[in-house]
T-cell receptor, first 115, second 117 residues
Framework: SAVISQKPSRDICQRGTSLTIQCQVDSQVTMMFWYRQQPGQSLTLIATANQGSEATYESGFVIDKFPISRPNLTFSTLTVSNMSPEDSSIYLC????????????FGSGTRLTVV | AQSVTQLGSHVSVSEGALVLLRCNYSSSVPPYLFWYVQYPNQGLQLLLKYTTGATLVKGINGFEAEFKKSETSFHLTKPSAHMSDAAEYFCAVSASPPGAAGNKLTFGGGTRVLVKP
């Protein structure tokens, strides 16, 4: 399956600051996804990031709060801006490997705590 | 739009007993269904998936799931639980196959499995 490297694995941040999370894939993929997993909750899709176009955000998520970059087919970043304690979550990137046996693959996540 | 309901946020089983995790979905088109497992402090790992073909799907670690269209279900089972099965399990659905434009996963609420010795 695809190897996804996500950094940082965890961070503790002050409210009002921003954190950029990186997702590096070991092969080219068309679609990358960013999810949020709030404490004790399921995964919620934040946005879909395709190379060469603006990210598509799901209802309840906006670009000003979660800007995403997708400069090439193996890399993406998610920034959590102007953080508040409510942003404390696990953020995961995922890729769609297409019709291979692996389907969707997930990174190990970034555990963010905002204090 | 798709949705997924997992019955039971917590399931406790004895080691060696049957594991049964329930998943029902709602989809206006033929669904593509997935089960993922999340171990503590880790990302999600694909257990198995149903796209087309055989409705009984075998996955890793001895798990299997059966797609029942008439019941809109995709329940996950394992005949004999092992201590290492303690984790959180997520059922997910998409409206189109992996690789399709605009594809995305919708997750159920998750079921946390506790295995008792």
């Amino acid at each position: 399956s695809a190897v996804i490297s996500q950094k940082p694995s965890r961070d503790i941040c002050q409210r009002g600051t921003s954190l950029t999370i990186q997702c590096q894939v070991d092969s080219q993929v068309t679609m990358m996804f960013w999810y949020r997993q709030q404490p004790g909750q399921s995964l919620t899709l934040i946005a879909t990031a395709n190379q060469g176009s603006e990210a598509t955000y799901e209802s309840g998520f906006v670009i000003d709060k979660f800007p995403i970059s997708r400069p090439n087919l193996t890399f993406s970043t998610l920034t959590v801006s102007n953080m508040s304690p409510e942003d404390s979550s696990i953020y995961l990137c995922s890729v769609d490997r297409g019709s291979s046996n692996y389907g969707y693959t997930f990174g190990s996540g970034t555990r963010l705590t905002v204090v | 739009a798709q949705s997924v309901t997992q019955l039971g946020s917590h399931v406790s089983v004895s080691e060696g007993a049957l594991v049964l995790l329930r998943c029902n979905y709602s989809s206006s088109v033929p669904p593509y269904l997935f089960w993922y497992v999340q171990y503590p402090n880790q990302g999600l790992q694909l257990l198995l998936k149903y796209t087309t073909g055989a409705t009984l799907v075998k996955g890793i670690n001895g798990f299997e799931a059966e797609f029942k269209k008439s019941e809109t279900s995709f329940h996950l089972t394992k005949p004999s639980a092992h201590m290492s099965d303690a984790a959180e399990y997520f059922c997910a659905v998409s409206a189109s196959p992996p690789g399709a434009a605009g594809n995305k996963l919708t997750f159920g609420g998750g079921t946390r499995v506790l295995v008792k010795p």
